[in-house]
């Protein structure tokens, strides 16, 4: 019987670490647009259910798992400690772990754990706590090799939900939204953690920036409170700003900006709705240029979930997470809402190829068929509790997903 059980325990480490070649180690995966490309996922037959590898406790937080290397890493909070855990993805057995104090208290009953997902790049784990303590680490021990604190170095505000942004790494710039009194944006040395620029105050908010590469040079495209804000990544200097934002103040901006070629997608409720820019390349114009395209209202108004892309059509989460929101497709170039599915309740989303996965607060899985002629669902499984408000991640087969109370590796596709 040992015998057997150890063959078998050997078996499922070779079948998934001869798997796991793609990482999902940032924001929004390694496309940064909530998409994998080059994968594809196995349906179980009539009356089956996909597998759940592993699972295990875990603490308070909406922070989502990430994949690097054959380990998986998770953000939480249990009592007063905020920890950042390393695991092993075949067996879900902690390696490493490295925990602090973190004073942290909700305002709005939320919970007090971790919002951010960390980021992984050059042997480092970024991580940014919702009291806003900012660590990297070292990725194979959880060795600190620096730590910022951002209310005592930028005044950092707590906002409406404590502090959100997740790191964005691009060569050795780590960027957030610190929204602090003096600064918005600020980029620290990967190396080092040391201040290399910051730009003007616009407000604390919950997106995260994204990296748009064009012409040779870096740039981020953030969502702030006050609008869709353009930095070069390697000089910090700001390059394009456009107002949108809210006319109400109790109001987030929580979506990530959506990168659909050489357009950018934007969408918030709070009486905002969406907006579609477009980069104008003008080789006689010192700083790039942002089209407006259109600015609509109740098309796909996104209150946290980024939504996904495919093609010319967008797939996301419309309406406010407490008034029974639905999914719709609409047309990229001038937001023609195609089709609207049953109210489902909030979630997220992941494309992989064809399909939408969606993983609902309930819990539940949703796999959606890619198609903007109609809303076609293809499987549902309950796989967490309720509560499941984090992101997820997938990578070569594997779902990563959490709720408030445990993490799951669930299989997605035949092993060959």
Request: one cysteine or more.
């Given at each position: 019987m040992n015998f057997l059980f150890i063959l078998i325990g050997l078996s499922l480490l070779v079948s998934l670490h001869h798997?796991?070649?793609?990482?999902?180690?940032?924001?929004?995966?390694?496309?940064?647009?909530?998409?994998?490309?080059?994968?594809?996922?196995?349906?179980?037959?009539?009356?089956?259910?996909?597998?759940?590898?592993?699972?295990?406790?875990?603490?308070?937080?909406?922070?989502?798992?990430?994949?690097?290397?054959?380990?998986v890493y998770y953000h939480d909070r249990i009592g007063e400690a905020e920890i950042i855990h390393c695991l092993n993805f075949a067996t879900g057995a902690e390696i490493w772990r490295h925990s602090?104090?973190?004073?942290?208290?909700?305002?709005?009953?939320?919970?007090?754990g971790p919002r951010s997902t960390p980021s992984i790049r050059n042997g480092l784990i970024v991580t940014h706590g919702a009291e806003g303590k900012v660590c990297g680490l070292d990725v194979t021990t959880g060795k600190p090799i620096w730590v910022r604190d951002l209310i005592k170095d930028f005044q950092s505000s707590k906002g409406f939900f404590g502090r959100c942004s997740s790191p964005l790494i691009v060569g050795d710039r780590v960027i957030f939204d610190v929204g602090g009194n003096t600064v918005g944006l600020v980029a620290f040395s990967l190396k080092s953690g040391?201040?290399?620029?910051?730009?003007?105050?616009?407000?604390?908010?919950?997106?995260?920036?994204l990296p748009f590469f064009v012409n040779g040079k870096s740039f981020s495209l953030s969502f702030m409170r006050e609008g869709f804000l353009v930095m070069d990544i390697n000089t910090g200097r700001e390059e394009f700003f456009t107002q949108f934002r809210s006319p109400i103040n109790a109001s987030v901006n929580a979506t990530s900006p959506l990168i659909i070629g050489n357009r950018v997608f934007l969408s918030s409720c709070y009486d905002l709705g969406a907006g579609l820019w477009q980069y104008l390349e003008d080789n006689k114009k010192?700083?790039?240029?942002?089209?407006?395209?259109?600015?609509?209202?109740?098309?796909?108004?996104?209150?946290?979930?980024?939504?996904?892309?495919?093609?010319?059509?967008?797939?996301?989460?419309?309406?406010?997470?407490?008034?029974?929101?639905?999914?719709?497709?609409?047309?990229?170039?001038?937001?023609?809402?195609?089709?609207?599915?049953?109210?489902?309740?909030?979630?997220?989303?992941?494309?992989?190829?064809?399909?939408?996965?969606?993983?609902?607060?309930?819990?539940?899985?949703?796999?959606?068929?890619?198609?903007?002629?109609?809303?076609?669902?293809?499987?549902?499984?309950?796989i967490l509790g309720s509560e499941s408000r984090a992101?997820?991640?997938?990578?070569?087969?594997?779902?990563?997903?959490?709720?408030?109370?445990?993490?799951?590796?669930?299989?997605l596709s035949k092993l060959e």
């Open positions: 798997s796991m070649a793609e990482n999902w180690s940032n924001w929004l995966g390694p496309n940064y647009n909530g998409s994998s490309e080059n994968n594809s996922i196995s349906l179980p037959p009539e009356g089956k259910e996909f597998e759940i590898k592993w699972k295990i406790s875990v603490g308070s937080g909406w922070s989502a798992p990430i994949i690097h290397q054959n380990s602090y104090l973190s004073e942290y208290q909700d305002s709005f009953g939320m919970g007090n040391k201040t290399l620029w910051s730009s003007k105050p616009y407000g604390n908010d919950y997106s995260s920036s010192e700083k790039p240029q942002f089209k407006k395209l259109w600015h609509k209202k109740g098309i796909l108004d996104c209150h946290y979930s980024t939504p996904v892309a495919l093609g010319e059509y967008i797939y996301g989460f419309h309406g406010r997470q407490e008034r029974s929101p639905v999914i719709r497709c609409i047309r990229l170039v001038d937001g023609e809402i195609m089709w609207e599915s049953p109210s489902m309740g909030a979630g997220n989303l992941i494309r992989v190829s064809d399909k939408i996965l969606v993983l609902l607060e309930s819990g539940e899985l949703v796999i959606l068929k890619t198609s903007s002629k109609s809303c076609d669902i293809l499987f549902r499984q309950q992101h997820f991640s997938f990578a070569d087969g594997f779902l990563f997903a959490r709720d408030k109370r445990r993490l799951i590796c669930l299989q």
